[in-house]
């Protein structure tokens, strides 16, 4: 049997904490390597001087990234980033080191004791990030836009002319409004000035995410994605580019846990206790779900803007998106029906969305028969 030296990396800004697990070494091997590129030649030197047989290493998924990961597979060195929520962990250990954590690190790797992440290319992480600054770009517009209108209910000042705020007019009234105080002047104008600046950012981010989703890496899926009501090209490619591999969910099931949208369970002593969601995994794409099942309470309907969505996809795919219309809407107001909140019937629909979500993007690039891979 072929000899495997465990590493545990416990990554930071400033340096790496190595814990090295050799066969026939009862104690590790430890150290700390520079973070700079020097420092990690000579890590993988050390690594491949000092390792016995096949190099496996393990750090925990954080900020510094895939970077290092990378470094170490084009070196031939086979790297785990792992998901630092399912790290086993003991109740009773209350003393944390950055020694103690890289030891940890190899002796649960070479256990088998480690869940890894798909790391994604540097291109997927390129779509990623730019799915994710156009969310925090919709976080910023909505704080700014709040403490403008908060500043303005303070003021007394109330719109009138219609009953939506932030539309054309809305905006226009707000260029109108001239204040008697000049420091109060002063402050409106910070802060519509601050809402001016977030709205354009979201509007740039919002076309360069519609470019990418033209790109033939992702135009077939978020084609497929906007034949669903509820789902347009943003929410589409923010699916798509945040998942990118839908090949490691093997089943409908698996998607619908990695997304938190399962109910957590305290069974024990034959007595099975379900409570909410989960809510582990993706958080962007659950609310990117759970918006579009919001979309089920309305009656089943085609309108123009999905008719034109659907126009040269696949019939297959046409064929699972009615499906999956017709039973949302009918689970929707079924449970309402029940006298559930709408809430709760609109996460219970997301769920289910997220099957017929798996069942158009799975078949294609695992050959599976689409007819079939809803019933899975």
């Known amino acids: 049997m072929e ?8 990554v930071h ?3 790496h904490q190595v814990a090295m697990l050799i066969p026939g070494c009862e104690a590790p091997v430890e150290w700390r390597a520079e973070t700079d590129t020097r420092g990690l030649r000579r890590l993988i030197r050390r690594l491949e001087r000092d390792a016995d047989g096949v190099i496996h290493v393990a750090y925990e998924a954080g900020p510094c990234g895939y970077g290092l990961q990378r470094e170490l597979e084009t070196h031939g060195i086979a790297c785990m980033v792992v998901a630092p929520s399912l790290i086993p962990r003991k109740p009773g250990d209350r003393i944390k080191t950055d020694r103690r954590d890289a030891r940890k690190l190899a002796e649960l790797l070479r256990a088998n004791a480690l869940t890894p992440v798909m790391p994604p290319t540097p291109e997927e992480e390129a779509a990623r990030d730019l799915f994710r600054a156009r969310e925090d770009a919709r976080q910023d517009l ?17 719109y009138t002319r219609g009953k939506k705020a932030w539309t054309r ?22 802060y519509r000035v601050r809402v001016e600046q977030q709205e354009s950012a979201c ?18 899926a978020v084609g497929y994605l906007r034949c669903f009501r509820g789902i347009d090209t943003l929410t589409a490619i923010g699916i798509v580019v945040e998942l990118f591999d839908f090949g490691r969910f093997d089943s409908p099931r698996g998607l619908m ?16 206790r379900r409570g909410a969601i989960t809510k582990t995994g993706n958080r962007p794409v659950r609310r990117l779900h759970i918006e579009a099942a919001w979309h089920a309470r309305h009656p089943v309907h085609v309108s123009r803007p999905l008719a034109a969505r659907r126009q040269g996809q696949p019939a297959w795919v ?4 009615d499906q999956a219309m017709a039973r949302l809407h009918r689970r ?13 019937a609109a996460v219970a629909v997301a769920r289910e969305l997220a099957g017929f979500v798996w069942a158009v993007l799975y078949p294609p690039a695992m050959g599976l028969d689409p007819a079939s891979a809803i019933t899975r």
Do not use: C
Request: glycine share 8%.
């Open 3 to 10: 000899n495997v030296t465990y590493v545990g990396l416990d």
């Open 13 to 15: 800004k400033a340096f």
């Open 142 to 158: 909505l704080r700014a836009r709040h403490r403008l209108g908060k500043w303005l209910l303070r003021q007394g000042i109330a």
């Open 169 to 190: 007019e809305y905006h226009a009234w707000l260029r109108t409004l001239r204040l008697d105080d000049p420091t109060a002047q002063t402050v409106f104008d910070a």
């Open 203 to 220: 509007r740039g981010l919002e076309e360069a995410l519609a470019t990418l989703a033209a790109q033939p890496a992702y135009a077939e």
């Open 257 to 272: 846990s990695y997304l938190g949208l399962v109910p957590s369970e305290h069974s024990t002593g034959g007595h099975p």
């Open 318 to 321: 046409i064929a699972i998106a």
């Open 332 to 344: 929707y107001w079924r449970m309402v029906g029940r006298g559930k909140p709408t809430n709760q």
